[in-house]
């Protein structure tokens, strides 16, 4: 028994060693070049570039690789260490972006939601770059959106490159399950709330599908827009309206009454879940930012017979966007190589390489139409003509911190029901952290 | 007569329950393995119960090109923990139960202590101290991180066995001049072999299992499974089918080791290895 | 062993031959472990302290910022809505989880102790949830819990309702105020086996002659575990009590893993994890980093003292 064990053990040991063996070998291959004092982790080989983001799977982690594509065909000599990390909307990514910023050990360039995400975060930590020696090199400042600059600039320095535009405030809905309900696309907030009772007695349980607590707070950010309307969304982040009104109060009455309409079990439910309900025709409708465009094409429903959309109901004019950019790290281990990052992934053919596959339109105005899809060719006339406002959900209008105590709230308001409570609680996250 | 009659009688029954009981156990395995074995169509939460049409392990070779070299790093950075905290464990464990110096019995709980941190509470200052010592980014930041943090464990599960052990046992060597070194290596080592297992077998799971450190401390090349079958599961579409073959390999290595090696934890710990 | 002996006058010279022989193995020991106990102090303690300072401090946002609020988060943090609901599904999750495990595992450890055949496979069978990570069957789990009534019944629902088994079916973890418990079957799952492999080493200990004098004084099989096993198990209930006790105050991966992060199963650990690295507030989350510590250090420290002090007696 004893003698078997021990032989157990020294095969253990013996893999131990050859192991160890193997493990400084590699060890040995990426560090021996490492030349800075803190860029382990980024190796400071010449020519590559380390980039992190939260994109590692379907359609995104798809739309970078052809990005990266084009980045290496224009720039063949820089290896492109994809530093993506998954896992809950970015929970773990953001934990490792932020242990590496503290540690002083920063990815070359890393993705960022445009807004106050950006210019409330890592601008005000003083952690990225200004790039407008790349926007006048590059003659960005025309083909960028004028809407768009004001927000990723901070006293007249511009921070990031945009990839791409996203809109939040879209409905998706089942047209067989309108039909055969006889209902219309409803376009006021009154009219959705009629659509749903006629759906509810028609026996349908949960007539709206939604998903786990972010999307709950995406359809709050919506329904806020449809209630208060774009002026009056806007003055809550700019200081100039007022968290304790009786319009806040309203439009918080009106997200209580939406939530009678949901599943029950919609803190189980993912965004791609809600939205399968909706080409199931167990649900009528799902409100969620154009994403979920991209997941009804890949699981081949068509667009018009499989699924609709329109506007979230109240806010139709309205464009509530959100964008992804790229950043330059300051004391990035690997500038050079990083700026030639960002020029790929603002030029034209690296955002036309990545939207398509993405399933979003191209920050830059002067996309190729042909590339694009029914949706992102509606989307894209709507973004020209729209009024446009930002997202809270997705890091437009509110800094990191005062969206992490809007959403504590939400979820204290999901348990107790309470909107005086909720209300209150809004009022002392904006005084805190507005 | 009667009381071995009632003793046979229970032991019948006592099939019942524990069969019960095993189908739990197994469950999540089965699920596993049965989607694991399905095509992408088959897959649907409505159908888990159902078993797959025809047995395909495409699935679990597709899983297997997406995580082979990160199944290696897990090895890379296991293997070695594992030993040198095996190692680390017995010395502290022998000094503080076979040859104790003054404050002994104040080293033991600080060590001790170290066991019960939780770990969300240490993780700044550890990628801070990582990146300065030069290591972030390697396996081998992995490998000190579950060494240092397998100090405890491994240490109270060293002391326990060898305190069990009798004094007359090292007296003996001492009174023949043996010194601390020759101690060890002649007479406790060879003793210590169900703890090693014990212990081995604990910081191996560990550190396989780790899923936290390693998101934090290694960079892409060197991700073990762990990480790399989190960043499987897309943000869109998820090929729920490759997804549980490649959760299947990532368990295979630990499953293993506690199939096969199950008894001799089993057994280690029976011989007061960890009665803590 | 004689250590307490040994003399602190290290420089004296004068002690006779065979003291110093000890002194100076005894500094052997001390070096043997000094390693260990170095990379313990930097690693925990300092790190600790480090927590606690920033614990005290108004650092809010990516930059570090040191200035000394006093108690002012922990004072927050005894008024934060959250935080309470925090803290009473840690007690809801602790209560069902270290229940769960002793009373299984308990169960399975006496009917393994009956002398079966196959026994070193249920043994293994029950152990190995213990191998494997809830990243891996966080998915599995969160299949198998999932909370859909009516037509889109699924998981173990569905499993209930093919069985007609249709009372048990539940909505699991998206129960208003006790999903929570809901959350701790997973983490039974995987911890009752070992639960039952501390008490199966404990029921071994036990010697038959014990059971055999209870059998002959009339006890019945009932009398003998309440009366004689039980109290003899004391130890072990104990220590599996710390091992379950403090996990649970630290669970973390399996909620993210089965339900992600909402505030009706939210838990101290997650908190800190999501006010950390969500919201930069950082004061705030090494505030809750050091309550949880020291609920730890509630539990552990005592039994600690205790257990060593049994030892020393004994």
């Given at each position: 028994m004893m003698r078997k064990t021990l032989r157990l053990l020294g095969l253990v040991l013996a893999i131990a060693l050859v192991a160890a063996a193997c493990g400084s070998d590699s060890d040995d291959t990426t560090t021996t070049t490492a030349g800075g004092t803190d860029d382990t982790t980024a190796p400071a080989e010449a020519g590559q570039v380390e980039v992190f983001s939260w994109w590692t799977g379907g359609g995104e982690a798809a739309g970078l690789d052809a990005m990266i594509a084009i980045f290496g065909e224009t720039d063949p000599d820089i290896e492109f260490v994809n530093s993506a990390v998954a896992g809950g909307a970015g929970t773990n990514a953001r934990a490792v972006l932020a242990s590496r910023l503290q540690a002083g050990d920063p990815p070359d360039s890393w993705q960022g939601h445009a807004g106050q995400e950006l210019i409330g975060t890592y601008v005000a930590a003083d952690q990225i770059e200004p790039l407008n020696f790349l926007y006048d090199q590059e003659g960005w400042l025309d083909v960028m959106p004028e809407t768009l600059i004001p927000l990723i600039s901070k006293d007249g320095n511009i921070y990031s490159v945009p990839v791409n535009i996203h809109r939040a405030n879209v409905l998706w809905a089942n047209p067989t399950v309108l039909t055969d309900a006889g209902i219309e696309i409803p376009t006021t907030l009154d009219e959705f709330f009629t659509a749903m009772d006629t759906l509810k007695d028609g026996g349908m349980e949960a007539p709206l599908a939604m998903g786990e607590e972010w999307t709950t707070l995406h359809l709050l950010e919506t329904i806020m827009l449809a209630s208060m309307g774009p002026d009056g969304w806007d003055g809550l982040w700019d200081g100039s309206g007022a968290w304790d009104s009786a319009e806040v109060t309203k439009s918080l009455e009106d997200f209580a009454k939406i939530l009678t309409y949901t599943n029950e079990d919609s803190s189980a439910l993912s965004w791609q879940d809600a939205g399968q309900l909706v080409i199931d025709g167990s649900s009528a409708f799902n409100i969620m930012g154009d994403w979920q465009e991209g997941f009804f094409r890949e699981i081949g429903s068509e667009p018009g017979t499989g699924y609709v959309w329109a506007a979230t109901p109240g806010t139709g004019g309205n464009f509530q966007f959100l964008s992804d950019s790229f950043v330059l790290a300051k004391n990035a281990p690997n500038?050079?190589?990083?700026?030639?990052?960002?020029?790929?992934?603002?030029?034209?053919?690296?955002?036309?390489?990545?939207?398509?596959?993405k399933g979003s339109i191209p920050a830059r105005s002067d996309g190729d139409r042909a590339l694009y899809g029914e949706y992102l060719l509606s989307a894209m006339d709507d973004w020209a003509s729209d009024r446009v406002v930002g997202s809270l959900t997705h890091g437009v209008v509110a800094n990191d911190s005062w969206k992490s105590e809007i959403n504590t709230a939400m979820g204290l308001f999901l348990l107790d029901g309470d909107v005086a409570a909720f209300q209150t609680a809004l009022v002392a996250a904006a005084e805190a952290s507005g | 007569m009667t009381a071995i009659a009632g003793v046979h009688r229970s032991r019948k029954w006592v099939y019942i329950p524990l069969t019960m009981m095993a189908l739990f156990y197994l469950l999540p395995m089965f699920v596993m393995l049965n989607t694991g074995f399905k095509s992408f169509d088959e897959?649907?939460?409505?159908?888990?119960?159902?078993?797959?049409?025809?047995?395909?392990?495409?699935?679990?070779?597709?899983?297997?090109?997406?995580?082979?070299?990160?199944?290696?790093?897990?090895?890379?950075?296991?293997?070695?923990?594992?030993?040198?905290?095996?190692?680390?464990?017995?010395?502290?464990?022998?000094?503080?139960?076979?040859?104790?110096?003054?404050?002994?019995?104040?080293?033991?709980?600080l060590l001790l202590f170290g066991m019960f941190i939780p770990y969300q509470s240490i993780l700044i200052p550890l990628v801070q101290v990582m990146s300065w010592v030069g290591l972030a980014g390697t396996t081998w930041a992995l490998v000190l991180v579950h060494v240092i943090y397998g100090i405890p464990i491994t240490t109270l599960i060293f002391r326990n066995y060898f305190a069990a052990l009798p004094e007359s046992l090292i007296e003996a060597a001492k009174v023949d001049g043996a010194g601390i070194w020759q101690v060890y290596s002649r007479i406790l080592l060879p003793l210590s072999i169900p703890a090693f297992v014990v212990v081995y077998i604990w910081q191996f799971t560990a550190a396989w299992n780790d899923f936290l450190f390693a998101?934090?401390?290694?960079?892409?090349?060197?991700?073990?499974?762990?990480?790399?079958?989190?960043?499987?599961?897309?943000?869109?579409?998820?090929?729920?089918?490759?997804?549980?073959?490649?959760?299947?390999?990532?368990?295979?290595?630990?499953?293993?080791?506690?199939?096969?090696?199950?008894?001799y934890f089993l057994r280690g710990m029976m011989t007061g290895a960890l009665k803590e | 062993?004689?250590?307490?002996?040994?003399?602190?006058?290290v420089q004296g010279g004068e002690a006779p031959p065979k003291h110093k022989r000890f002194r100076m193995e005894n500094w052997w020991g001390v070096l043997w472990v000094l390693p260990s106990l170095l990379a313990v102090m930097i690693f925990v303690y300092g790190f600790i302290a480090w927590t606690a300072r920033v614990s005290v401090s108004k650092w809010k946002g990516l930059d570090p910022d040191y200035t000394f609020v006093g108690g002012e988060n922990f004072v927050n943090l005894a008024s934060?809505?959250?935080?309470?609901?925090?803290?009473?599904?840690?007690?809801?999750?602790?209560?069902?989880?270290?229940l769960g495990c002793l009373l299984i595992g308990l169960g399975l450890a006496i009917l393994l102790d009956k002398g079966i055949?196959?026994?070193?496979?249920?043994?293994?069978?029950?152990?190995?949830?213990?191998?494997?990570?809830?990243?891996?069957?966080?998915?599995?789990?969160?299949?198998?819990?999932?909370?859909?009534?009516?037509?889109?019944?699924?998981?173990?629902?569905?499993?209930?309702?093919?069985?007609?088994?249709?009372?048990?079916?539940?909505?699991?973890?998206?129960?208003?105020?006790?999903?929570?418990?809901?959350?701790?079957?997973?983490?039974?799952?995987?911890?009752?086996?070992?639960?039952?492999?501390?008490?199966?080493?404990?029921?071994?200990?036990?010697?038959?002659?014990?059971?055999?004098?209870?059998?002959?004084?009339?006890?019945?099989?009932?009398?003998?575990?309440?009366?004689?096993?039980?109290?003899?198990?004391?130890?072990?209930?104990?220590?599996?009590?710390?091992?379950?006790?403090?996990?649970?105050?630290?669970?973390?991966?399996?909620?993210?893993?089965?339900?992600?992060?909402?505030?009706?199963?939210?838990?101290?650990?997650?908190?800190?994890?999501?006010?950390?690295?969500?919201?930069?507030?950082?004061?705030?989350?090494?505030?809750?980093?050091?309550?949880?510590?020291?609920?730890?250090?509630?539990?552990?420290?005592?039994?600690?003292?205790?257990?060593?002090?049994?030892?020393?007696?004994?």
């Open positions: 500038r050079d190589e990083a700026i030639a990052w960002l020029t790929v992934a603002g030029s034209l053919a690296g955002q036309d390489a990545f939207n398509p596959v | 897959v649907s939460l409505a159908t888990m119960w159902k078993l797959p049409s025809a047995l395909s392990v495409d699935n679990f070779r597709l899983a297997w090109e997406a995580l082979h070299p990160n199944l290696w790093n897990s090895v890379k950075i296991v293997v070695p923990a594992a030993t040198i905290s095996s190692f680390l464990g017995s010395i502290n464990g022998y000094v503080l139960s076979k040859w104790k110096f003054r404050g002994a019995n104040v080293v033991f709980p998101v934090l401390l290694t960079s892409t090349d060197n991700w073990p499974v762990t990480v790399a079958l989190n960043n499987m599961a897309g943000s869109q579409i998820i090929a729920w089918n490759i997804q549980m073959a490649g959760s299947f390999l990532a368990a295979l290595p630990t499953l293993l080791i506690y199939i096969f090696l199950g008894r | 062993m004689t250590t307490a002996e040994t003399d602190i006058d934060d809505r959250r935080f309470h609901i925090d803290v009473v599904n840690t007690a809801i999750f602790t209560v069902v989880f270290v055949r196959a026994e070193g496979f249920y043994r293994s069978l029950f152990l190995f949830p213990m191998a494997i990570s809830f990243i891996v069957t966080g998915v599995v789990w969160r299949w198998l819990m999932n909370p859909a009534q009516g037509e889109r019944l699924s998981g173990l629902n569905l499993l209930f309702d093919n069985l007609g088994l249709d009372f048990m079916i539940n909505s699991w973890h998206a129960t208003p105020t006790w999903g929570i418990a809901a959350v701790a079957l997973p983490a039974v799952w995987q911890m009752s086996g070992y639960t039952m492999a501390l008490y199966l080493a404990g029921l071994r200990g036990i010697p038959e002659a014990l059971r055999e004098a209870a059998r002959v004084d009339g006890a019945s099989e009932f009398q003998i575990y309440r009366r004689v096993i039980m109290p003899l198990l004391w130890p072990v209930t104990l220590a599996a009590l710390i091992i379950l006790g403090h996990s649970s105050l630290k669970v973390f991966d399996l909620i993210i893993a089965l339900a992600g992060k909402q505030v009706a199963l939210d838990v101290p650990a997650i908190y800190m994890w999501t006010t950390t690295f969500d919201g930069f507030f950082f004061g705030r989350g090494a505030a809750i980093g050091m309550v949880l510590l020291f609920s730890v250090a509630v539990l552990v420290i005592p039994y600690l003292w205790y257990s060593l002090r049994q030892e020393a007696e004994g």
